[in-house]
């Protein structure tokens, strides 16, 4: 990665800020203490990992404002990429927003190749770098006060520090999960084998256990053939039971029909008086028939005279009644016309009156001669009215007469009609009826003793069978005995017989228990085999990522890689006078023919070989930046990245005079190895030692950062 443009908004103390590191090979970033160095490059990590040195987000954004945001080009290879990332802080109980886009340089600009959410953007960054931000601060950022952390430690330390710079301890979880898997598995060995030696005692029984099926399979034979002899016994005698019981049943039945058959025959014997007595009685309204029909004829004969009589009287009052009608109307219609009579005779008392014929004017004698006219006319047709109403009225006397008479007559003639047509009709009905009941009754009479005859022969067979079953049923409570002693032995035998097939049962679950019990050992011996090769793994998987295993190989390949990268920096600082080279290994003096782990640094120069620890000054400090920048370019190339871009913070304060020359003549002699170089100090006099400089410093609104 090789930074190109860097903007900052409300970025810590930042408020506006950007910077371009086009045309920078090697510079120098300056300013005080607190100033916001530093902060340039936490703007970088968290704009590609969303890493600072905040613990949360919202502690970066500038103090009294509510959002930010960082805009960092850079380039990879022959790529050109951007990165932007902002957040705004939450409201109230809401959380704060973030937002982060990947671009991709396209012709004239960008274009976003963002994923779908910023988890999946950030992987893509760390695809995009083939750097994430441990391996970033560890190889490209060399960190203050960490360039002798690996060769001030003790020779017994140092291979502890190399595995932790190459993140080795991953192996070391590897080994303690696999030293746990083994225990496991152990652990299962051992429960297995108590398991099967607890199986093996219980199929220490299985001989027994067949020997008890046998004996009790023989046992049950027996019991069932005596079994079912006492069930036939039971059942018969149930049987016979079930036959009494039936006969009990049917005498109840029998005493029923019995007495029916007593009613019936009483019934018959009413019925055979009530035939005899209705023959006498048709018998007798024959005899007495024709003597009754003759006085009845005669009463009717005087009751038809009277009713021509009312015929009569009916027809003279209809006359009356018609002709009073027209009386009645002729009056009305002479009412009216008195009536017209005199409204003309009004009309013309009027002066001037008109005739009310044509409407002329009439003179007084006209006037009066008319008016003599209608008063004429009048009287005439009041007489006439007059006489009709006398007419009408005596009319009326008339009608009520003969209303009169007309009811008495027919009340004597409904009378007389209810009292002998209904004799005659009831004479002519009985002598009809006793005509045609006569011969059913005597029919009836010879049926009704035939079955009187009938149901006495019943009753007498009745009789006769409930003797025999009444018999028949004195046998019952010694059967009844014989049935409960015959019952209770077959109870106490099922009983015996269940308890048998019990213990049959018992038997067989026992046999099936060996029986899986024997399955469950096959089973647990063949985990036992497999759980003791997977401990066997484990183990090997332990010992492999152990320190003397995986990671002592991994130390021993990147020893050439850290040796050969550390001598050609050393070559090119020190005009090849030093070398060094790294020892893994010693002999133990007390102990012949065994190594001691260790992981000493021996240095060559013009004067033979000596130890590390035997150097200082400028020279160590020539060894330690010469073996960090090796560490770090080789985790750069453990973790596939590229390491173009080089940023020391490494405290000049701590040096002297000389040390801060000879660093800066250190990173001079790298300078063609890297893009880019960035190197961090707050010292003044540091600044002319580079050709640019990146200066920082700090005001009212904020910090500034200038290129000179």
């Not at 990992?49 to 987000?57: H, K, L």
């Not at 509510?66 to 959380?95: P, Q």
């Not at 006060?145 to 070391?172: C, H, M, N, W």
């Not at 016309?337 to 003309?344: H, P």
């Amino acid at each position: 990665m090789i930074p190109v443009r860097l903007s900052l908004r409300n970025f810590m103390c930042y408020r506006e800020a950007s910077l371009s590191f086009e045309g920078i090979h090697v510079a120098c970033l300056c300013g005080n203490n607190g100033d916001g160095k530093s902060t340039l490059l936490d703007a970088m990590t968290w704009a590609l990992w969303g890493r600072a040195r905040a613990r949360t987000d919202d502690e970066l954004i500038h103090l009294g404002m509510t959002d930010m945001d960082v805009e960092f080009e850079f380039a990879v290879g022959r790529e050109r990429y951007r990165i932007i990332r902002k957040r705004s802080k939450g409201k109230a109980r809401r959380a704060g927003q973030s937002l982060l886009d990947l671009q991709v340089a396209a012709g004239d600009g960008f274009r976003s190749i963002s994923g779908d959410t910023i988890r999946q953007t950030e992987r893509k960054i760390i695809d995009t770098l083939r750097m994430d931000y441990d391996t970033f601060v560890n190889s490209a950022y060399l960190l203050q006060g960490r360039a002798d952390e690996f060769t001030k430690k003790e020779p017994a330390r140092r291979k502890q520090v190399l595995a932790d710079i190459l993140g080795l301890s991953r192996y070391d979880d590897l080994e303690e999960r696999a030293r746990e898997s083994a225990r496991r598995k152990d652990r299962e060995v051992r429960d297995i084998d108590v398991a099967v030696a607890q199986i093996d005692t219980e199929l220490a029984d299985k001989g027994a256990h067949e020997a008890d099926l046998r004996d009790i399979s023989e046992e049950i034979a027996k019991i069932e053939d005596e079994w079912r002899e006492k069930r036939d016994r039971v059942s018969g005698l149930e049987a016979r039971r079930h036959t009494l019981e039936l006969r009990g049943e049917q005498r109840e039945d029998i005493e029923s029909r019995i007495k029916q058959a007593g009613e019936t025959i009483g019934s018959f014997k009413g019925l055979l008086q009530e035939h005899r007595k209705r023959i006498e009685r048709y018998e007798a309204a024959a005899a007495a028939y024709e003597k009754e029909t003759e006085e009845a004829r005669a009463h009717l004969a005087e009751l038809a005279a009277m009713q021509d009589e009312i015929e009569g009287k009916r027809s003279e009052q209809q006359e009356a009644s018609n002709k009073g009608h027209y009386l009645a109307t002729t009056n009305e219609q002479l009412k009216r016309e008195m009536l017209e009579f005199k409204d003309k005779i009004d009309m013309l008392a009027a002066e001037e009156a008109a005739c009310p014929l044509c409407g002329t004017e009439l003179g007084v004698d006209g006037r009066d001669r008319i008016m003599e006219s209608y008063r004429s006319q009048g009287i005439e047709k009041k007489e006439l009215f007059r006489t009709n109403e006398e007419e009408k009225n005596r009319l009326e006397s008339r009608l009520k007469a003969l209303k009169q008479d007309i009811d008495a007559l027919d009340g004597r003639v409904r009378e007389g009609r209810e009292r002998w047509a209904g004799r005659a009709e009831m004479l002519d009905r009985d002598y009809r009826e006793a005509q045609a009941a006569l011969p059913q009754e005597r029919e009836a009479l010879a049926k009704t003793e035939e079955e009187l005859k009938r149901w006495c022969e019943a009753l007498d067979a009745e009789v006769k069978r409930r003797d025999t079953y009444r018999a028949e049923l004195e046998a019952a409570p010694e059967l009844e005995a014989d049935l409960g002693a015959a019952s209770r032995e077959l109870e106490e035998l099922t009983g015996t017989l269940e308890q048998r097939r019990q213990s049959l049962g018992s038997a067989r679950e026992r046999l099936e228990r060996c029986a899986v019990l024997e399955r469950s050992r096959g089973e647990k011996v063949a985990a036992k085999e497999s759980a003791s090769r997977d401990r066997q793994v484990y183990e090997e998987l332990a010992r492999a990522f152990g320190k003397k295993g995986i990671q002592a190989m991994l130390i021993e390949n990147a020893l050439p890689e850290i040796e050969e990268e550390a001598n050609r920096l050393l070559a090119r600082m020190t005009d090849g006078r030093m070398s060094v080279s790294i020892e893994s290994q010693r002999a133990a003096k007390s102990r012949e023919g065994e190594a001691i782990e260790t992981l000493d640094i021996n240095i060559g120069d013009e004067l033979g070989t000596r130890r590390y620890e035997l150097y200082s000054g400028g020279e160590a400090f020539r060894i330690d930046f010469a073996l960090r920048i090796a560490l770090s370019k080789l985790l750069a190339r453990r973790a596939g990245a590229p390491l173009p871009t080089l940023i020391v913070d490494e405290g000049f304060g701590s040096q002297d005079t000389g040390g801060r020359e000879r660093l800066v003549e250190a990173i001079n002699s790298i300078q063609d190895d890297f893009e880019k170089i960035l190197v961090i100090t707050h010292i003044n006099e540091m600044k002319e030692s580079f050709p640019v400089r990146i200066e920082v410093s700090k005001g009212p609104d904020g910090s500034r950062v200038e290129v000179s």
